[in-house]
């Protein structure tokens, strides 16, 4: 099985680039960093919510601490591919990640309550996310395509390109494809830049000097704005 991260704490700000701002900012990312050990990457999750949604309702209230629970693939897994049950707490400005890795479907069934859990620390934390709202199950699939790079002087560095962001609220199950509805406008690319501490002066510069600020954007969030949009149009058919 290959060694993986299983906790990650960061800053993490998002950026939405239109095509023009992405090929300007592009020589600077290729001055200051190279690719990451994965450089390229077809991210699947499979979000967890309670029936009314309370998880995502209450991260869009900018809370100072909101939690999620996804299951995460790297392409379309088989039932023993290697896949990622996640917790991703925020908390004063902070995003902590802590993951366990599982074969496919022995984590499906584990989230679903049919199998017992195995022992760690993190495993005890699912554990207790998972009593705390037991009626947590899948209610969205989020797949894209990623790009990954690291700083070549500051190796904590990370800054990932998004694109081709697509949702769907059926067939919720890793194994069955990345199929979906976009998120994002044609051509756009959701950028993340995340560091433990500030950024250094040459990308503060850089964001500036072509017009790119931050954003408040979650793409959990806005697929159910997209699902809660699609039941007001039914609704009213």
Request: charged share 25%; with cysteine.
């Amino acid at each position: 099985m290959e060694a993986y991260q299983a906790v990650f704490q960061r800053k993490e700000v998002k950026y939405l680039l239109s095509p023009a701002q992405l090929q300007a900012f592009l020589p600077v990312i290729l001055q200051h960093m190279e690719p990451d050990a994965f450089p390229h990457s077809t991210i699947g999750n499979l979000y967890y919510d309670t029936p009314d949604y309370r998880l995502i309702r209450r991260s869009l209230e900018k809370p100072e601490y909101k939690e999620k629970l996804r299951l995460r693939s790297y392409g379309v897994p088989g039932d023993s591919s290697q896949v990622f049950p996640e917790i991703k707490k925020k908390a004063g400005g902070i995003v902590c990640k802590r993951r366990v890795s599982m074969a496919c479907n022995q984590a499906m069934d584990y989230l679903a309550g049919f199998l017992p859990s195995p022992e760690g620390q993190i495993f005890r934390e699912l554990d207790w996310m998972l009593s705390s709202y037991p009626s947590l199950a899948p209610k969205v699939f989020l797949g894209y395509e990623r790009d990954s790079w690291k700083g070549r002087e500051e190796p904590e560095l990370r800054l990932t390109l998004d694109r081709d962001i697509r949702y769907r609220a059926y067939d919720l199950d890793l194994r069955w494809g990345f199929r979906g509805t976009p998120i994002l406008s044609p051509g756009q690319t959701l950028m993340e830049i995340k560091n433990p501490g500030a950024a250094p002066l040459w990308l503060s510069h850089a964001l500036s000097e072509n017009g790119i600020f931050p954003v408040s954007f979650s793409k959990y969030g806005e697929c159910y704005k997209e699902i809660c949009n699609e039941r007001k149009l039914k609704k009213y058919a």
